[in-house]
Nanobody, 116 residues
Framework: QVQVVESGGGLVQAGGSLSLSCAVS??????MGWFRQAPGKEREFVAG????????NYADPVKGRFTISRNNAKNTVYLQMTSLKPDDTAVYYC???????????WGQGTQVTVSS
């Protein structure tokens, strides 16, 4: 079973920055994504990256502020978040497309809180 573990959440003031990490067990690399879920809202896509790192995509609300990257030698994916807003407050989840085309393996999530 491929495990996905997020880390790096916390409390930050509006305008600040925070970096999240997502470690994937095993030696295989997968297309990966970051998602978030705010209280009372549905989980939403934030950013995605191909297994090679050659392709990335972002949700409109985070374009220009968030950057997704990866280090395949460490089998780790990162989400660098800048210019954070209170609306970015959510539990952030990392997911791997272990099943081709499907975000099949999910982490437990890490809380990000942005204070105004």
């Amino acid at each position: 079973q491929v495990q996905v573990v997020e880390s790096g959440g916390g409390l930050v003031q509006a305008g600040g920055s925070l970096s999240l990490s997502c470690a994937v067990s095993g030696f295989n690399v997968y297309d990966m994504g970051w998602f978030r879920q705010a209280p009372g809202k549905e989980r939403e896509f934030v950013a995605g990256i191909s297994w090679s790192g050659g392709n990335t995509n972002y949700a409109d609300p985070v374009k220009g502020r968030f950057t997704i990257s990866r280090n395949n030698a460490k089998n780790t994916v990162y989400l660098q978040m800048t210019s954070l807003k209170p609306d970015d407050t959510a539990v952030y989840y990392c997911a791997a497309k272990v099943v081709p085309g499907v975000f099949s393996n999910w982490g437990q999530g890490t809380q990000v809180t942005v204070s105004s």
